[in-house]
Every structure is written in C-alpha cells, then in structure tokens.
C-alpha cells in the first residue's frame, strides 16, 4: 500500500517562477511540469488562452516531502497566505474516503470525493479548523 504526504502551493500566474527559485534555493529539480494547455482536453472544462501556459502540475522534491506547486486558474480568486494545502495520496481508496468523512465533519467540503484528471477518487476540503486538504487516489500519474 502506497501513502504519500505533501504540501501543495498555488501561485496566480507566476508559478513557474517560483518554481525555478525554490529548486534554486533547495537545490533540486523541478519534477512533472506541466501547463494546463498540455492536460488532455474536456469540453466541459475548456482551459482559457490567459491558462495555457500556466502551471497545471509540478513538483519540488525538499528535504523528503514532495512539495507540489501550480497556478490557480486565472478565474479563481487567490489569497496569498492561504494558497498553502496538505495533500493526501494512496493507493487504498477505503482510507480516503475515512478520512475524507472525518475531516468533512464540522467542515466544508469543496470538491466531493469522484474523478477527477489525474486520480481515480479526488476531494478537496476545509476542516473545521480552516485548512484546506486534497486527498487523491495515487494512480501513478502526478505526483
């Protein structure tokens, strides 16, 4: 069974400097970059132009925790200083969904738990106490 703990950061557009700069800083490579115009496409949620070459995905491996960073889409309000979230993978789709419940109480669920690009079961959901957790089925996709 397969358990992955990270942290995901969401920029608005400048991604992929900050990217640069933090694999400077830490010295390692940026992994699994990839822009939004290159995911495969759904017309039911076509990407922008101002999107295209925007952070979808990638990845910082820093001292042992892989550090997850993208570009919110550009209709998204962002809040820096809350564009920080844990995230949750696994291969054990039981746990996700336990542990999706348990952070659900109290809380507000923003993504219900379902497909979604990149994971077999996804959700997104802000506890009681105000973080914001993403908990996917690690199919071997993204990181």
Not at 48 to 60: H, P, Q, R, T, W
Request: aromatic residues 10%; contains cysteine.
């Amino acid at each position: 069974m397969s358990k992955t703990f990270s942290l995901y950061i969401q920029f608005d557009g400048n991604c992929r400097e900050a990217v640069e700069f933090y694999a400077k800083v830490f010295e390692s490579e940026v992994q699994d970059l990839m822009t939004y115009g290159e995911m495969p496409s759904d017309p039911n949620n076509p990407v922008s132009d101002a999107d295209k070459e925007n952070i979808l995905n990638s990845v910082i491996p820093i001292f042992g925790c892989n550090v997850i960073f993208c570009d919110v889409p550009s209709e998204m309000p962002l809040t820096k200083g809350d564009n920080i979230s844990p995230n949750l993978r696994t291969d054990d789709t039981e746990e996700i969904r336990r542990v999706f419940a348990e952070l659900s109480q109290g809380g507000e669920v923003f993504i219900g738990l379902g497909k979604a690009f990149g994971s077999e079961l996804y959700g997104m959901v802000q506890d009681k106490y105000g973080v914001i957790w993403q908990l996917s089925h690690d199919g071997g996709k993204l990181a």
